[in-house]
C-alpha cells in the first residue's frame, strides 16, 4: 500500500493505492493521521478509489483512523471506495461507523455542512 496527501478546502486527502491489509501500512498509514492531529488538520478523507482489496485488518485500521480523528475533534470519511469494499462495510454492519461517499468532492463538501 501507498498513500499520498493533498490538500482541498482545508480538508488532508489522502489517496491509497495497493490492497488494505493492516500489517506495517496500518502503521504507516495510523503515523500520518497522528502527525495530522498534531498539526491541527483533523478534517480527513481517505480517497479508496486505488484500493482493490480490503481485509478484516483493513477495516480496524480504517475503524482506529475514525477514532482518532474523532477523539481529535474532527472526521475521518472515506471516499470512492468499490462496490466491493462497500459490500463488505455493509456486511459487517460498520455503515455506521464509517461514512463513505462516491467521490472526494462529495466528502470535502460534506465538511462545510
Known amino acids: ?11 488532508t486527502v489522502i489517496a ?6 493492516g ?3 496500518a502503521t504507516a498509514l495510523h503515523d500520518k493521521l497522528v502527525e495530522l492531529v498534531e498539526a491541527k488538520a483533523t478534517r480527513v478523507v481517505l480517497d479508496l478509489s486505488g484500493v482493490a482489496i ?9 475503524i482506529k483512523g475514525v477514532s ?4 481529535a475533534g474532527g472526521a475521518l470519511k472515506l471516499a470512492g471506495a468499490s ?5 463488505l462495510i455493509k456486511i459487517t454492519k ?7 461517499y462516491p ?9 462545510k455542512k
Open 103 to 111: 467521490t472526494v468532492a462529495d466528502a470535502v463538501a460534506d465538511f
Open 68 to 71: 482518532t480523528m474523532k477523539e
Open 54 to 62: 480490503i481485509n478484516s485488518s483493513g477495516l480496524g485500521m480504517l
Open 23 to 25: 500489517g506495517p501500512d
Open 1 to 11: 500500500m501507498k498513500f499520498s496527501t493533498t490538500q482541498q478546502n482545508n480538508v
Open 94 to 100: 460498520l455503515t455506521g461507523v464509517l461514512q463513505t
Open 83 to 87: 462496490g466491493k469494499i462497500l459490500e
Open 16 to 21: 491509497i493505492e495497493g490492497n488494505l491489509m
